[in-house]
Structure formats: C-alpha cells, structure tokens
C-alpha cells in the first residue's frame, strides 16, 4: 500500500519526546521509494539526507513548498525515491546489517 504513495509525509510536532522516537516511519516510506518529506527533528536528519534521498522542513512555509514541488516534478520524486531506497539498502536492511547482528548473536551464545 505505501508503495502506491506518490510522496510519504512524516510531520512531527517539536516537543521532547520526538527527541527519542525512531524514523520508522520515514525508513518505510524510503524503502520502497516513497520520496519522503520529514520534520527536521529527533533521528530523522540521520536517515534522510535532505534534497539527496528525502526533505527535512522546519515550518509550514517548508512544509507546503516541498510538497508543491515534488507533486509538479515527477522526475525529481523519482530520483528522490530511487535515492531512498539505496540509502536504507545501504545503512537499514538486514543485509547491510548482517555483520552486526551475527556478532551480537555469537556473544549471546558464547555467555
């Protein structure tokens, strides 16, 4: 269904608590292409790479000036998901992972 979306959108309010929510939110949108504007808050600027792989806006003059072009620019809402899929293959799958999550498991197992 996400993969339908022509852009995700992941708005957060500025209050303490975003300060420690994951971006999983965003990292689904990307993974399947999703050109993704964010609220440039908590661990969102460690996902999205903004104007490379995704938005990252602070008002709401951002917020709808982002929108606006990237619905008139199929183009750039296509190299921006294409982008966001390469980063979360990169940094997000299971894949790139592996290594990590083996080393984990083998000290678990060791004790």
Known sequence: MIRSFDIGLYPLPDIQ????KSSLKAIQYMSVGVP???SALGTTSR???HGVNGFLVKNNREWVE???NLYNDKQLRSSIGRKAVEKIENYYSVNANK???LRILN???EE
Request: net charge negative; aromatic share 16%.
């Open 99 to 101: 290594d990590t999550y």
């Open 47 to 49: 996902v999205i790479d």
């Open 107 to 109: 000290n678990v197992f």
């Open 36 to 38: 993704t504007i964010a």
């Open 66 to 68: 982002t929108i606006i």
């Open 17 to 20: 608590w975003i300060l420690g």
